[in-house]
């Protein structure tokens, strides 16, 4: 049929296919090595282009004013995509290392002084998770961000990176969209701006924090009881002490007082969440969490694997962009965006201890 769509011209493979030719434009003359470093790198691109594309669907329904029931089996499906590439990515480093530390020498210096450290795409995703400029790794005093800003030419790719850069920052973030959310979330039935909402989140934290005493009572008699603990005491103010830092932590005392109460709520209700996670109404919101949680654990994996293919590749020689190489790969990976979720784990009791469930005709349990 005279025009009909064909598969390539859909995926534009003529231009695509046309992009591997490096700085000269031109692959004729290419170490296939080279090549391969293209490609690899290239699709990595492209897997944050629709990673950064889930995410923002992902926390523009979270920040909606009103979040209805429905719309999480959504948000679920674009973090579930998220993670599935962030798994396939770090597979992906099993193609990288089939270039040899010898083949990546031949043409490593015309790199100098290109780096990954200027994807500026993997550092819109950063920010747009929530990373705050403070908390961002830098090399030499150098913060990633503005290094891209600095180095952007006019050209096309310099002016894009430039004006990406600038957007993000403009973004509300996925970590705030969340925060909006697990604020709004019901705690025994009470939600913010309710009779009393105050008195039930903190009758659900004090009950919580009870269990909790409770629970770590019993796992120091058992601990007592069946080792032989040559240093009973010190063992005791361990327990004691990480008594001290859950409650500091329900209680959200380290933050600015004026920002407690609702850190106190967002993460009273990740708890709940996470606690009563088997009731119809949770069952979406608690794989909502997983996710999250996941998502930034890809991350993590993803950044510890590209630093361990890094070293394998080069050593600890300086990265081709003047950084400490793996030095500052390694750092990246003490990233952690959603804190409070990570915490929770150190908090959480099981089944059998938690608190009993209030108004749980609310959240469709019939019992």
Same mark, same amino acid.
């Given at each position: 049929?005279? &025009?009909?769509?064909?598969?390539?011209?859909?995926?534009?493979?003529?231009?695509?296919?046309? !992009?591997?030719?490096?700085?000269?434009?031109?692959?004729?003359?290419?170490?296939?090595?080279?090549?391969?470093?293209?490609?690899?790198?290239?699709?990595?691109?492209? $897997?944050?282009?629709?990673?950064?594309?889930?995410?923002?669907?992902?926390?523009?329904?979270?920040?909606?004013?009103?979040?209805?029931?429905?719309?999480?089996?959504?948000?679920?499906?674009? !973090?579930?995509?998220?993670?599935?590439?962030?798994?396939?990515?770090?597979?992906?480093? %099993?193609?990288?290392?089939?270039?040899?530390?010898?083949?990546? !020498?031949?043409?490593?210096?015309?790199?100098?002084?290109? #780096?990954?450290?200027? #994807?500026?795409?993997?550092?819109?995703?950063?920010? /747009?998770?929530?990373?705050? &400029?403070?908390?961002?790794?830098?090399?030499?005093?150098?913060?990633?961000?503005?290094?891209?800003?600095?180095?952007?030419?006019?050209?096309?790719?310099?002016?894009?990176?430039?004006?990406?850069? @600038?957007?993000?920052?403009?973004?509300?973030?996925?970590?705030?969209? !969340?925060?909006?959310?697990?604020?709004?979330?019901?705690?025994?039935? #009470? #939600?913010?701006?309710?009779?009393? &909402? %105050?008195?039930?989140?903190?009758?659900?934290?004090?009950?919580?924090?009870?269990?909790?005493?409770?629970?770590?009572?019993?796992? $120091?008699?058992?601990?007592?009881?069946? /080792?032989?603990?040559?240093?009973?005491?010190?063992?005791?103010?361990?327990?004691? &002490?990480?008594?001290?830092?859950?409650?500091?932590?329900?209680?959200?005392?380290?933050?600015? *007082?004026?920002?407690?109460?609702?850190?106190?709520?967002?993460?009273?209700?990740?708890?709940?969440?996470?606690?009563?996670? *088997?009731?119809?109404?949770?069952? $979406?919101?608690?794989?909502?969490?997983?996710?999250?949680?996941?998502?930034?654990?890809?991350?993590?994996?993803?950044?510890?694997?590209?630093?361990?293919?890094? *070293?394998?590749?080069?050593?600890?020689?300086?990265?081709?962009?003047? @950084?400490?190489?793996?030095?500052?790969?390694?750092?990246?990976?003490?990233?952690?965006?959603?804190?409070?979720? $990570?915490?929770?784990?150190?908090?959480?009791?099981?089944?059998?201890?938690?608190?009993?469930?209030?108004?749980?005709?609310?959240?469709?349990?019939?019992?």
């Amino acid at each position: 049929m005279k &025009d009909a769509p064909t598969y390539w011209d859909y995926l534009g493979l003529d231009r695509l296919l046309d !992009l591997q030719g490096g700085l000269e434009h031109d692959e004729s003359g290419m170490l296939v090595d080279e090549l391969h470093f293209i490609v690899v790198h290239q699709t990595y691109e492209l $897997w944050f282009k629709l990673t950064l594309r889930c995410l923002r669907i992902a926390r523009d329904a979270l920040g909606a004013p009103r979040v209805a029931e429905e719309t999480i089996p959504t948000v679920v499906h674009h !973090l579930r995509r998220v993670t599935s590439i962030l798994r396939l990515a770090v597979h992906q480093m %099993e193609v990288m290392e089939t270039l040899t530390p010898q083949g990546f !020498l031949d043409f490593r210096d015309k790199l100098v002084p290109a #780096s990954g450290f200027q #994807s500026f795409q993997m550092r819109e995703l950063e920010i /747009l998770l929530g990373i705050e &400029d403070a908390e961002r790794v830098r090399y030499g005093g150098v913060d990633p961000v503005q290094h891209i800003e600095a180095s952007a030419h006019d050209t096309p790719a310099g002016r894009l990176a430039k004006g990406r850069m @600038s957007e993000v920052r403009q973004e509300r973030t996925f970590l705030a969209c !969340l925060d909006d959310w697990l604020y709004r979330t019901p705690i025994q039935g #009470s #939600s913010p701006g309710d009779p009393d &909402d %105050e008195e039930a989140v903190s009758s659900f934290l004090t009950a919580y924090q009870e269990r909790m005493a409770e629970a770590r009572d019993a796992s $120091w008699k058992r601990l007592h009881q069946t /080792l032989e603990v040559k240093d009973a005491e010190g063992m005791r103010r361990r327990f004691d &002490d990480l008594a001290a830092q859950s409650r500091q932590f329900l209680e959200a005392h380290d933050v600015p *007082e004026a920002e407690r109460a609702r850190r106190r709520r967002i993460r009273a209700a990740a708890l709940f969440i996470e606690s009563y996670r *088997e009731l119809p109404l949770l069952s $979406w919101p608690r794989l909502l969490l997983d996710l999250v949680v996941e998502v930034e654990e890809g991350i993590v994996l993803f950044r510890h694997r590209h630093a361990r293919m890094v *070293e394998r590749t080069i050593g600890r020689r300086v990265g081709t962009g003047g @950084s400490g190489g793996v030095d500052y790969l390694d750092q990246t990976g003490k990233y952690r965006v959603f804190r409070d979720l $990570w915490a929770i784990r150190t908090v959480l009791l099981p089944r059998s201890r938690v608190p009993e469930l209030e108004n749980a005709d609310f959240y469709g349990f019939e019992h």
